[in-house]
T-cell receptor, first 115, second 112 residues
Framework: AQSVTQLGSHVSVSEGALVLLRCNYSSSVPPYLFWYVQYPNQGLQLLLKYTTGATLVKGINGFEAEFKKSETSFHLTKPSAHMSDAAEYFCAVTLGGGGADGLTFGKGTHLIIQP | DTGVSQDPRHKITKRGQNVTFRCDPISEHNRLYWYRQTLGQGPEFLTYFQNEAQLEKSRLLSDRFSAERPKGSFSTLEIQRTEQGDSAMYLC??????????FGPGTRLTVL
């Protein structure tokens, strides 16, 4: 079974500062990893994903994440925060290889951008 | 718009009533997923279809929950004899592979 831990239910950064949202996972098999963003009263939008290959993945809106197998981590970063980045962010894991499995999500991190 | 759609967006019901939600996936997607999201939590996987076959349903929360996808296109999620604890956002997602799931806007259920 997989699990996801997101450290920090709330993260506050100043506009223009570095954004770092932490995600650690556990999985008995090589995982596929995802970051989703959710704006109030909306569904989830995929920011980026890691399946295989390059461990540094780039996503939309200037976000990127690095898969570190030795640390079982998949932290999300953005060099310079923008007010429009304020939202809820979810890290998720699923089994790799195309098996029939839903996503296992973390509890989410609420990102607050201070002007 | 060719995204995932869900209907209704909001549903208020009284305890003990049955409710049914509909999900229309992206047309070429053969996989369809249902999730439940409660306040302050991440989505929780409930069930999964590949075409019309329900390949995973052990994660449905109780026997009051059931889902169908009769022709491999749209899907319905039914909750019988609703309880106040069923109040949540119910999300549907679809995919062509398991690499990337596209989510709908959700149906918010309030049980009074």
């Amino acid at each position: 079974a997989q699990s996801v831990t997101q450290l920090g239910s709330h993260v506050s950064v100043s506009e223009g500062a570095l954004v770092l949202l932490r995600c650690n996972y556990s999985s008995s098999v090589p995982p596929y990893l995802f970051w989703y963003v959710q704006y109030p009263n909306q569904g989830l939008q995929l920011l980026l994903k890691y399946t295989t290959g390059a461990t540094l993945v780039k996503g939309i809106n200037g976000f990127e994440a690095e898969f570190k197998k030795s640390e079982t981590s998949f932290h999300l970063t953005k060099p310079s925060a923008h007010m429009s980045d304020a939202a809820e962010y979810f890290c998720a894991v699923t089994l790799g290889g195309g098996g029939a499995d839903g996503l296992t999500f973390g509890k989410g991190t609420h990102l607050i951008i201070q002007p | 718009d060719t995204g995932v759609s869900q209907d209704p967006r909001h549903k208020i019901t009284k305890r003990g009533q049955n409710v049914t939600f509909r999900c229309d996936p992206i047309s070429e997607h053969n996989r369809l997923y249902w999730y439940r999201q409660t306040l302050g939590q991440g989505p929780e996987f409930l069930t999964y279809f590949q075409n019309e076959a329900q390949l995973e349903k052990s994660r449905l929360l109780s026997d009051r929950f059931s889902a169908e996808r009769p022709k491999g296109s749209f899907s319905t999620l039914e909750i019988q004899r609703t309880e106040q604890g069923d109040s949540a956002m119910y999300l549907c997602a679809s995919s062509f592979t398991n690499n990337e799931q596209f989510f709908g806007p959700g149906t918010r259920l309030t049980v009074l």
